[in-house]
């Protein structure tokens, strides 16, 4: 049988995941056979965790952080949630996320047997802070704000929404799960420095550069990890706060790795790059007669037509649609200026011709 090779990243502009750093390729193979759920026994990988949860806070804004390295934003977002719904007891619980949060917490809420309250988004795709004030109730567990969304790379009013959820009685939680490694070079006010945030989702195996599995989970307080954890008598370690038991050290490995090269001129240099070539691209589609939201961060969405958007996925280009239709490109680390030359000028031979 032959032996199969990994997809390239030569046409890939839909994806949140890269090529991982060289040292991050490296510390994981290394690490892969030990398991950081089982810290006693494992020390030198807990080591590197705690390291890897250090890095996250500064990036974040927390002198002091608590949390653990995930497998991704899905398991850090079911965690925040699971954490808020231990610590406000409340009967009927519910967490309020606008349209824009990520389909992970529909499966927290499914999981958990909490309330899903979506919201609607204002006209520039962000959280409507009037919204999530109607929403939240005396059952509000958790609200969310998203630093960086998915689909138009937008950054929520976090210092606002932290207020609501606050006089409602629930915590605040921000998915930075994509945004968080580009938003420090930014002037926005996303993190644990700029208001009250009680935990975060900030994942090194996208924009870090970290192999997968690698997300983050922080949290402002240890009561908020505390909340999560469980007995687990037959281990070294005699307590557990993550959601998966078992973990490879790869991705502990990899987000320490990556984080130690990287942080913080590597990421910068990174951003300015990522955010220069996302505007470019944004202008050259413009000029090509496009609709193009405005670039926040480093995604680029744009209104092009149901055949050409079919005839560019037939031709080898790996690209997605957000909920309401637009083209959506991630500029990564992989993508580059050659690479989207080449997709403008599919985008050339394969439009419609004008009547």
């Known amino acids: 049988m032959q032996r199969a090779a990994p997809q390239e990243f030569t046409r890939v ?6 090529e991982p750093h060289p040292a991050a390729r490296d510390a994981a193979e290394r690490f892969l056979a030990t398991n950081p759920g089982d810290p006693a026994t494992y020390r030198t990988v807990a080591r590197l965790e705690e390291r890897a949860v250090e890095t996250l806070g500064e990036i974040a804004g927390l002198s002091e952080p608590h949390g653990y390295v995930t497998s991704g934003g899905t398991e850090a977002n079911i965690q ?6 231990n610590r406000r007891r409340v009967e009927d619980p519910n967490v309020v996320v606008p349209e824009s949060a990520h389909f992970s917490f529909t499966k927290a809420a499914d999981v958990l047997g909490v309330e899903l309250r979506r919201v609607p988004t204002d006209e520039d795709h962000r959280a409507d802070v009037s919204a999530v004030r109607a929403a939240a109730d005396d059952d509000t567990v958790l ?15 976090v210092p606002e929404l932290a207020d609501v959820a606050h006089e409602a009685g629930a915590f605040l939680h921000v998915d930075a799960a994509w945004g968080g490694f580009y938003l420090p070079f930014t002037d926005h006010e996303w993190g644990f420095a700029d208001a009250p945030v009680d935990s975060m989702t900030i994942d090194p195996h996208k924009c870090g550069q970290a192999a997968v599995p690698a997300g983050g989970l922080l949290f402002r307080e240890r009561a908020g990890l505390d909340a999560l954890a469980v007995d687990t008598p037959y281990l070294e370690s005699t307590s557990q706060a993550t959601l998966t038991g078992t973990r490879s050290g790869a991705g502990v490995a990899a987000a320490a790795a990556a984080m130690d090269a990287l942080w913080p001129d590597g990421y910068r240099r990174e951003y300015e790059r990522a955010a220069e070539l ?3 691209f ?11 939201a405005d670039v926040e961060l480093p995604i680029v969405a744009a209104s092009v037509p149901e055949s050409l958007f079919e005839r560019l996925r037939e031709a080898g280009w790996r690209i997605s649609r957000t909920e309401s239709g637009e083209l959506r490109v991630v500029c990564m680390p992989h993508v ?15 439009r419609p011709s004008p009547p």
Do not use: H, Y
């Open 282 to 292: 944004a202008s050259e589609l413009r000029e090509r007669g496009f609709a193009v």
């Open 278 to 280: 996302a505007s470019w």
């Open 143 to 157: 609200v969310v704000g998203v630093a960086g969304s998915t689909e138009f790379g937008r950054v929520d009013p």
């Open 80 to 85: 925040a949630v699971r954490s808020a719904r």
């Open 13 to 18: 502009l839909s994806s949140m995941c890269t």
């Open 336 to 350: 580059t200026r050659e690479m989207l030359v080449a997709f403008l000028a599919d985008i050339d031979e394969r």
